[in-house]
T-cell receptor, first 114, second 110 residues
Framework: NAGVTQTPKFQVLKTGQSMTLQCAQD?????MYWYRQDPGMGLRLIYY???????DKGEVPNGYNVSRLNKREFSLRLESAAPSQTSVYFC?????????????FGPGTRLTVL | GQQLNQSPQSMFIQEGEDVSMNCTSS?????WLWYKQDPGEGPVLLIALYKAGELTSNGRLTAQFGITRKDSFLNISASIPSDVGIYFCAGQLLNNDMRFGAGTRLTVKP
């Protein structure tokens, strides 16, 4: 099992460019999440998908869109990147969206927006 | 709002010493979790706490879910060099949303 995989590992964008971050899990988990982590701060939830076909906003959704393509894959899209979106992005998955269900994290995508 | 205040921000300790860190919030959480993050990696779950007052151990790690459900602490006993990393607390709400503390950066000197 690879667990949670993310691509790309690193990306540099110019302001206004768009891109999609990919995430896949092979644990047959129902729920998937996207977080961003900024220096000196904990992770902040951008969007999550409790099950295939559903998505919900988290704490900081502005400037992002998500797609739960199928049970395995959950992508995060930046339509018009801004320097404030420079961050490390983590995808996570859990068996269910139930309270206390363990979330497993991917290795992260380091995004720089110039 | 539902922010977590984690302290201390950083700790420099000698190998063999015990470590204590905590998280507090003005909001009630249904679950408290503690994660460790190594450089260039995603967070890895250390301990999950599900009930107010719960005290749980995982090897040299011990964590407690505060009675008020607004706080939690993590203790590491007899620290070793591989304990180095950033430790995050996280609180989970009823709607499955999660909030993370800003992290405690631990350095262990041999």
């Amino acid at each position: 099992n690879a667990g949670v995989t993310q691509t790309p590992k690193f990306q540099v964008l110019k302001t206004g460019q768009s891109m999609t971050l990919q995430c896949a899990q092979d644990m047959n988990h129902n729920s998937m999440y996207w977080y961003r982590q900024d220096p000196g701060m904990g992770l902040r939830l951008i969007y999550y998908s409790a099950s295939e076909g559903t998505t919900d906003k988290g704490e900081v959704p502005n400037g992002y869109n998500v797609s739960r393509l199928n049970k395995r894959e959950f992508s995060l899209r930046l339509e018009s990147a801004a320097p404030s979106q420079t961050s490390v992005y983590f995808c996570a998955s859990s068996g269910t969206s139930g309270v206390g269900d363990t979330q497993y994290f991917g290795p992260g995508t380091r995004l720089t927006v110039l | 709002g539902q922010q977590l205040n984690q302290s201390p921000q950083s700790m420099f300790i000698q190998e063999g010493e015990d470590v204590s860190m905590n998280c507090t919030s003005s909001s009630i959480f249904n679950t408290w979790l503690w994660y460790k993050q190594d450089p260039g990696e995603g967070p890895v779950l250390l301990i999950a706490l599900y009930k107010a007052g719960e005290l749980t151990s995982n090897g040299r790690l011990t964590a407690q879910f505060g009675i008020t459900r607004k706080d939690s602490f993590l203790n590491i006993s007899a620290s070793i060099p591989s304990d180095v990393g950033i430790y995050f607390c996280a609180g989970q709400l009823l709607n499955n949303d999660m909030r993370f503390g800003a992290g405690t950066r631990l350095t262990v000197k041999p």
